[in-house]
C-alpha cells in the first residue's frame, strides 16, 4: 500500500462531448490509465493522483481501508453541479483491478485519476483531482476557484483536450480534432502461453476424473497465450475497438489488465445491489433458435449454469436481503458466444463497504467452481498458472459508495512495458465435459481481444 501525499482538491464540471460523439469514440486519440465503457458511455480515466498497490489475503480489505480514509472524504468536498447529483461515478471515482488468488504475485490496484472524462444517460462531466500543494503557487490576486480552474485547464491540455465554452474537445499537436476510429499501428503476432494445448486437454481431462470420483461438481479451467507486439501497444485504440465490437459488454482497463467482459460480479448504488451471472456457452457461430435450445435445454448446460448462480446467491447471503435470482435463465447474445444468463438483485442489509462485498461475491463458480476450496485447490494444481487480475473484479468505486464490479474476462494483461499481452480464457468443466470442445471454446472466448489486437485466430 503508498500513502497519499498531501490532500487533494476536486472540481467537477458538466461539459458537453463533441456533436455525435460518445466517450467511446474518443478514446483512440487518449491514453487512458484506466477505463469502464458501456454502449459508448461511462469513465476514461487520465494519468494518476494517486495509485494504490497490494497484494496477499488482505488486499479488498487493504484497499476499502484506502477508500475510506482517502476517497469517501472527497465526497463532502467536491460540491458536484446540481445536474450530476446523484449519477453513479460522477466526481472522485477510482478504477480498481483485484486479482483472483490471494496467493497471486501479480498486484492488485485502485487507482485515482488526475482527469476523469464521464458520461452517463447524455450528460457527460469531467472531474479534475489535484493535490493541494499544486494550488499554492496561485497568481496575485487570483482566488483559488481562479487557481483550480486554471489547473484543470493545464490537466486538460496534458491529455490532448481542451474545454471551450462547455464544448469539451480533443486537440492534436495544437489543433482542435473530431475524434475518430483507428486501429493501433503495432504489428502483432500470436506465441504460445505458459504451457501447451495438450497440457490444457490434459487438465480438463483430470478435471473432469476428479468430478467422476465426486472430489467435487464443478472448477472452471483456464490457459493462456501470448500477443506480442514490435512496440508498446496503444492501448486507446485498443479499448476503442473492444466498446465498438462489444456494445454489450463492459470496456475495461485498471493496473495492468484490460478487455471488454459481459458479466457482472456485483453493481452496488447505495443499498442496491444487481448482479448478472454467466455460465453456460456454445460459440457464436450457431444461430440464435439453435442456441437457445442448446443451452436452455442441455441438462449439463444448465447444471454448469445453476452452480454459478447459487454460489453467488450463498456468497452473498450474509450481506444482503431479498435476493432474487431469475428463473428460468435468459440467453445473452454475444458476437462471439452465447451465454446462459442469471440477473441477480438485492438489497445490502448492513454498511458493508463495496469493495468487501466483492470480497464476500469473489469467487463464483463461474469462474472457479462447488465446492469453492476444493475447486480453487484443484484448479491451482491443474492449471500451472498464476491468473493474475484474471478473473478477479475490475470495475470502479466512487467517493459515495457506488460500484461497479465486473469479473475481468475475455481480457488480458499488459506485460513486458505494454509489448505484449497475456490473454486468459477458461470453462467451466462438469460431467461429461468435452475437453476438444472446451479448447475450442477457449478461443471463442479470446476473440475480442484477438481481433482488437489484430491477431487472426488460428
Ligand atoms: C471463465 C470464463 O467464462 C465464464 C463465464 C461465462 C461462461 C463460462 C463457461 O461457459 O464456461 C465461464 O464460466 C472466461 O471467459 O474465461
Known amino acids: 500500500m503508498t500513502a497519499l501525499p498531501g490532500s487533494l482538491d476536486v472540481t467537477t464540471l458538466v461539459v458537453d462531448l463533441p456533436r455525435g460523439t460518445t466517450l467511446a469514440d474518443m478514446l483512440p486519440a487518449l491514453d487512458p490509465s484506466g477505463a469502464w465503457l458501456l454502449r459508448g458511455e461511462g469513465l476514461i480515466g487520465l494519468g494518476s493522483a494517486a495509485h494504490v498497490r497490494t497484494r496477499g489475503a488482505e488486499r479488498f480489505a487493504e484497499l476499502a481501508e484506502w477508500h475510506e480514509q ?32 490471494s496467493t497471486s504475485a501479480a498486484d492488485s490496484h485502485l487507482i485515482l485519476p488526475e482527469l476523469i472524462l464521464g458520461s452517463f444517460e447524455g450528460t457527460a462531466w469531467i472531474t479534475a483531482v489535484v493535490r493541494a500543494s499544486a494550488l ?73 476424473g476428479a468430478i467422476g470420483h ?12 501470448v500477443v506480442a507486439a514490435d512496440a508498446p501497444l496503444p492501448t486507446g485504440p485498443v479499448l476503442a475497438a473492444l466498446a465498438a465490437d462489444y456494445t454489450d459488454c463492459w470496456t475495461y482497463l485498471a493496473g495492468d489488465v484490460l478487455g471488454a467482459t459481459p458479466e457482472m460480479l456485483v453493481k452496488i448504488r447505495g443499498q442496491e445491489l444487481s448482479a448478472r451471472v454467466l455460465a453456460g456457452t456454445v460459440d457464436g457461430s450457431t444461430g440464435l433458435q439453435r442456441a437457445r435450445t442448446l443451452l436452455l435445454e442441455d441438462p449439463k448446460q444448465r447444471d454448469e449454469h445453476r452452480l454459478a448462480a447459487q454460489s453467488l446467491l450463498d456468497q452473498l447471503a450474509p450481506v444482503a436481503q431479498h435476493l432474487h435470482a431469475q428463473d428460468p435463465p435468459a440467453v445473452l447474445q454475444l458476437p462471439n458466444v452465447f451465454h446462459l444468463s442469471t440477473d441477480v438483485t438485492g438489497r ?46 475490475v470495475g470502479w468505486i466512487d467517493a459515495y459508495g457506488n460500484a461497479d464490479f465486473g469479473i ?41 481481444m484477438l481481433g482488437a489486437l489484430g491477431v487472426h485466430q488460428p
Open 70 to 101: 482517502h476517497l469517501a472524504p472527497l465526497a463532502q468536498e467536491s460540491q458536484l453541479p446540481a445536474e450530476l447529483i446523484g449519477i453513479p461515478g460522477a466526481g472522485p471515482v477510482a478504477l480498481t483491478s483485484i486479482t483472483y488468488s
Open 136 to 208: 499554492d503557487e496561485t497568481f496575485e490576486a487570483e482566488d483559488d476557484d481562479a487557481a483550480m480552474l486554471r489547473r484543470v485547464h493545464g490537466l486538460l491540455a496534458k491529455h490532448s483536450l481542451q474545454l471551450k465554452d462547455r464544448r469539451l474537445s480533443l486537440v492534436t499537436a495544437g489543433t482542435e480534432v473530431q475524434a475518430s476510429r483507428s486501429g493501433g499501428a503495432a504489428a502483432t503476432s500470436l506465441i504460445q502461453g505458459t504451457h501447451s494445448e495438450q497440457h490444457y486437454l490434459r487438465a480438463v481431462r483430470a478435471g473432469v
Open 214 to 225: 465426486r472430489r467435487l461438481e464443478k472448477l472452471v479451467l483456464a490457459r493462456d497465450v
Open 348 to 393: 445490502l442489509t448492513a454498511q458493508t463497504p463495496a469493495l468487501l462485498v466483492a470480497e464476500r461475491a469473489h469467487p463464483t463458480a463461474a469462474i472457479c467452481g462447488t465446492p469453492t476450496a476444493t475447486a480453487a485447490e484443484l484448479i491451482s494444481t491443474l492449471e500451472g498458472l498464476d491468473r493474475g487480475a484474471f478473473s478477479g473484479p
Open 408 to 448: 475481468a474476462l475475455r481480457g488480458g494483461i499488459l506485460e513486458e512495458q505494454g509489448t505484449q499481452v497475456r490473454l486468459f480464457a477458461g470453462c467451466g468443466i462438469v460431467a461429461g465435459s468435452d475437453p476438444e470442445e472446451e479448447l475450442a471454446e477457449t478461443w471463442a472466448k479470446m476473440r475480442p
